[in-house]
């Protein structure tokens, strides 16, 4: 069955929306005064040429390229490769650039002739069906490595950020002869190497969500000297081959089915599978076997995504929650949720201004973002519960004056995906805020944030700083694959340059979060204190670049910050597949007491959580709360704790 078209009208008064407010600013969240704007329709967005003008839509900007099967495929070709050439060199990893690549339904491609392209910084590829069956290519769509190192044949994926793929049937059909990629694929062990798997070698922020693959994929580009790639996220999918993973660090596999899952040598430190269909058997026991599975997610809800119905109209489908669910939320052929038509929607691009879309908003309407970079002079205000906030080709929030990029005052209802959202010159006591302390939340419809990506440093050319990067106070609120990350490169970085606290701090009651990875913050990286909480997989890196131990005390007599803290007052949580690193890389003997701590209470409990050396100096002394064996140059780990308490 098809998705319902009916909408969901929300009644919403205005006297509330002040009572939000108002409850916003006394929390401090960061909402800056601005001279009174009449509200306005978006405007249109400013000229410029398309890189796709044979295939670009006018409502949605020219940075959206929707291709259709009508089309020659040396057209979808070239304007394919156009965009790769800009976006796959590592050059581009902080540029301005961004795309959304939409396939109406159809077939593209044949395996006479297949259709094959790389997927580089800033693209979303996505169908444009309301059932993944609906839009099939037959080709390859990768992601090779891309940071090489001059002079060498290493060349690894570490730093494959920001791109995603989702909505579509991939058959993994790959030319008779090395097709010429665009850009040339740096290929260490001769031509043809990159011609032999569908390769998707990327890290965080790199989703595979809502797809179909008939064949095999390689997460680790195996076609260089070392090769590394630093995980990722698949939900909602069905893979029927393998999940090549060869030597990824970790890996989290949501609520999918898949034909096996394969790796190491060298890596594979923390895999987990929830509500997955053909995982490999639960194994907790040192390098290469530290498999964590859930038979079933607790609760979840799919990503909201655009598609077109019969006639050619643009609408957004919002996936109803689930419970206790396994295996891709469309495999049966019914798919519970709304349907939204475009009109219900402000289409909003990088010269709209924050106000304009705020108003938008509280007069009712959902938002889209199209792709570009949003400086923001005040916050975009989320004031009615229902609202649905989907970015396209990872637009990026840049807060401008210590503000919010964005509040979100509902504690119901509310969906925030695609984003990427970046500190700015002046603190923020927090990037986003979501929810108010103490008003409650909705199980039967949670507030959603799912490929939400926070970035503290690295694009800009001048210090940032942000306190907080997550603040969610919703209870019941769902957390779906979120990267927070304190630059270790790019520009303007160091202990310094690129200041930031913690990367979430999580006060409401009974959230769910998967696939959580937060790196490199100065001190707590998140700070848990709701009741009934629950993390499936946790990935981080403690800061690289800390000067002194003086300089990183959690308290007068502990060493360090514990990457991971459940508050005292908590007396129930759930942790799943949850791990840290070290790699102190300013010669100094930093040490860290532990990377877990929590309350020694029986509701409290951890399962399978480890710690990492990776290189540098320094130690981790204990897992959580003093237990588990040091990670150090001798001893590298990992660290394995079980079952804690």
């Given at each position: 069955?098809?998705?319902?078209?009916?909408?969901?009208?929300?009644?919403?008064?205005?006297?509330?929306?002040?009572?939000?407010?108002?409850?916003?600013?006394?929390?401090?969240?960061?909402?800056?005064?601005?001279?009174?704007?009449?509200?306005?329709?978006?405007?249109?967005?400013?000229?410029?040429?398309?890189?796709?003008?044979?295939?670009?839509?006018?409502?949605?900007?020219?940075?959206?390229?929707?291709?259709?099967?009508?089309?020659?495929?040396?057209?979808?070709?070239?304007?394919?490769?156009?965009?790769?050439?800009?976006?796959?060199?590592?050059?581009?990893?902080?540029?301005?650039?961004?795309?959304?690549?939409?396939?109406?339904?159809?077939?593209?491609?044949?395996?006479?002739?297949?259709?094959?392209?790389?997927?580089?910084?800033?693209?979303?590829?996505?169908?444009?069906?309301?059932?993944?069956?609906?839009?099939?290519?037959?080709?390859?769509?990768?992601?090779?490595?891309?940071?090489?190192?001059?002079?060498?044949?290493?060349?690894?994926?570490?730093?494959?950020?920001?791109?995603?793929?989702?909505?579509?049937?991939?058959?993994?059909?790959?030319?008779?002869?090395?097709?010429?990629?665009?850009?040339?694929?740096?290929?260490?062990?001769?031509?043809?190497?990159?011609?032999?798997?569908?390769?998707?070698?990327?890290?965080?922020?790199?989703?595979?969500?809502?797809?179909?693959?008939?064949g095999s994929v390689v997460f680790q580009d195996y076609c260089a000297n070392n090769n590394f790639a630093s995980g990722g996220f698949i939900a909602d999918s069905k893979v029927s081959g393998t999940l090549s993973f060869n030597g990824n660090q970790q890996y989290m596999v949501r609520n999918s089915a898949i034909g096996g899952a394969a790796g190491c040598p060298q890596g594979l430190w923390n895999m987990v599978y929830s509500g997955v269909q053909g995982t490999p058997a639960p194994v907790f026991a040192g390098q290469c076997e530290q498999n964590t599975v859930l038979p079933a997610s607790p609760v979840t809800e799919e990503e909201p995504f655009l598609y077109t119905?019969?006639?050619?109209?643009?609408?957004?489908?919002?996936?109803?929650?689930?419970?206790?669910?396994?295996?891709?939320?469309?495999?049966?052929?019914?798919?519970?949720?709304?349907?939204?038509?475009?009109?219900?929607?402000?289409?909003?691009?990088?010269?709209?201004?924050?106000?304009?879309?705020?108003?938008?908003?509280?007069?009712?309407?959902?938002?889209?973002?199209?792709?570009?970079?949003?400086?923001?002079?005040?916050?975009?205000?989320?004031?009615?519960?229902?609202?649905?906030?989907?970015?396209?080709?990872?637009?990026?929030?840049?807060?401008?004056?210590?503000?919010?990029?964005?509040?979100?005052?509902?504690?119901?209802?509310?969906?925030?995906?695609?984003?990427?959202?970046?500190?700015?010159?002046?603190?923020?006591?927090?990037?986003?805020?979501?929810?108010?302390?103490?008003?409650?939340?909705?199980?039967?419809?949670?507030?959603?944030?799912?490929?939400?990506?926070?970035?503290?440093?690295?694009?800009?050319?001048?210090?940032?700083?942000?306190?907080?990067?997550?603040?969610?106070?919703?209870?019941?609120?769902?957390?779906?694959?979120?990267?927070?990350?304190?630059?270790?490169?790019?520009?303007?970085?160091?202990?310094?340059?690129?200041?930031?606290?913690?990367?979430?701090?999580?006060?409401?009651?009974?959230?769910?979060?998967?696939?959580?990875?937060?790196?490199?913050?100065?001190?707590?990286?998140?700070?848990?204190?709701?009741?009934?909480?629950?993390?499936?997989?946790?990935?981080?890196?403690?800061?690289?670049?800390?000067?002194?131990?003086?300089?990183?005390?959690?308290?007068?007599?502990?060493?360090?910050?514990?990457?991971?803290?459940?508050?005292?007052?908590?007396?129930?949580?759930?942790?799943?597949?949850?791990?840290?690193?070290?790699?102190?890389?300013?010669?100094?003997?930093?040490?860290?007491?532990?990377?877990?701590?929590?309350?020694?209470?029986?509701?409290?409990?951890?399962?399978?959580?480890?710690?990492?050396?990776?290189?540098?100096?320094?130690?981790?002394?204990?897992?959580?709360?003093?237990?588990?064996?040091?990670?150090?140059?001798?001893?590298?780990?990992?660290?394995?704790?079980?079952?804690?308490?």
């Amino acid at each position: 069955m098809r998705p319902s078209t009916r909408g969901i009208t929300v009644r919403w008064r205005r006297p509330a929306a002040r009572v939000l407010v108002a409850a916003a600013l006394a929390a401090g969240a960061g909402f800056a005064a601005a001279p009174s704007l009449a509200a306005q329709a978006s405007p249109a967005a400013a000229a410029a040429a398309s890189i796709c003008p044979d295939a670009s839509v006018a409502a949605l900007g020219p940075n959206v390229c929707v291709f259709t099967p009508a089309m020659s495929q040396a057209a979808v070709q070239n304007d394919l490769n156009a965009i790769a050439a800009q976006q796959v060199p590592v050059a581009s990893q902080f540029s301005s650039q961004r795309y959304a690549v939409l396939f109406r339904p159809g077939t593209y491609g044949s395996s006479d002739s297949p259709l094959v392209f790389q997927v580089g910084y800033y693209t979303q590829v996505a169908g444009l069906g309301s059932m993944p069956q609906d839009t099939v290519i037959n080709g390859a769509i990768d992601v090779f490595n891309n940071l090489c190192t001059a002079g060498t044949q290493d060349c690894n994926s570490d730093d494959n950020f920001w791109r995603s793929l989702s909505n579509l049937t991939l058959n993994v059909d790959l030319p008779s002869s090395t097709p010429d990629y665009v850009p040339p694929v740096q290929d260490a062990f001769g031509a043809g190497c990159a011609n032999t798997a569908q390769m998707w070698s990327a890290s965080q922020a790199a989703p595979i969500r809502r797809a179909i693959i008939n064949g095999s994929v390689v997460f680790q580009d195996y076609c260089a000297n070392n090769n590394f790639a630093s995980g990722g996220f698949i939900a909602d999918s069905k893979v029927s081959g393998t999940l090549s993973f060869n030597g990824n660090q970790q890996y989290m596999v949501r609520n999918s089915a898949i034909g096996g899952a394969a790796g190491c040598p060298q890596g594979l430190w923390n895999m987990v599978y929830s509500g997955v269909q053909g995982t490999p058997a639960p194994v907790f026991a040192g390098q290469c076997e530290q498999n964590t599975v859930l038979p079933a997610s607790p609760v979840t809800e799919e990503e909201p995504f655009l598609y077109t119905d019969a006639s050619g109209g643009y609408h957004v489908f919002v996936p109803a929650v689930q419970h206790g669910s396994s295996g891709p939320s469309w495999s049966g052929g019914q798919e519970a949720g709304t349907s939204l038509p475009l009109s219900k929607f402000f289409v909003a691009n990088p010269s709209t201004p924050a106000l304009a879309i705020s108003a938008a908003l509280a007069r009712g309407k959902d938002l889209i973002l199209t792709p570009g970079v949003y400086q923001l002079n005040q916050p975009i205000l989320v004031s009615r519960p229902g609202t649905v906030v989907l970015g396209l080709g990872l637009a990026t929030l840049v807060p401008q004056h210590g503000n919010a990029a964005m509040i979100v005052t509902p504690n119901s209802g509310v969906k925030l995906s695609g984003m990427i959202i970046d500190a700015g010159p002046v603190n923020s006591p927090a990037l986003l805020s979501v929810g108010l302390p103490g008003l409650g939340g909705s199980s039967s419809d949670p507030d959603l944030i799912q490929d939400v990506y926070f970035r503290i440093g690295g694009a800009e050319t001048t210090p940032v700083s942000a306190s907080v990067s997550l603040a969610d106070n919703a209870s019941n609120s769902i957390i779906d694959d979120v990267w927070a990350w304190r630059a270790d490169h790019g520009n303007a970085v160091g202990w310094t340059q690129n200041t930031g606290a913690t990367g979430l701090v999580v006060t409401g009651s009974g959230v769910t979060a998967y696939g959580l990875a937060v790196e490199h913050y100065q001190k707590n990286e998140v700070i848990w204190s709701g009741q009934g909480g629950t993390d499936v997989f946790f990935q981080n890196e403690l800061p690289y670049d800390v000067p002194s131990q003086s300089a990183w005390m959690s308290t007068p007599t502990q060493d360090g910050y514990p990457a991971f803290l459940v508050s005292p007052g908590v007396r129930t949580f759930q942790g799943y597949g949850l791990g840290s690193y070290s790699f102190f890389n300013q010669g100094v003997d930093i040490q860290d007491a532990m990377a877990f701590q929590a309350p020694k209470t029986a509701g409290v409990q951890f399962h399978d959580i480890f710690t990492q050396f990776l290189t540098g100096s320094g130690s981790i002394n204990s897992v959580i709360n003093g237990t588990g064996a040091a990670v150090n140059s001798g001893s590298h780990g990992p660290s394995d704790v079980v079952s804690y308490p």
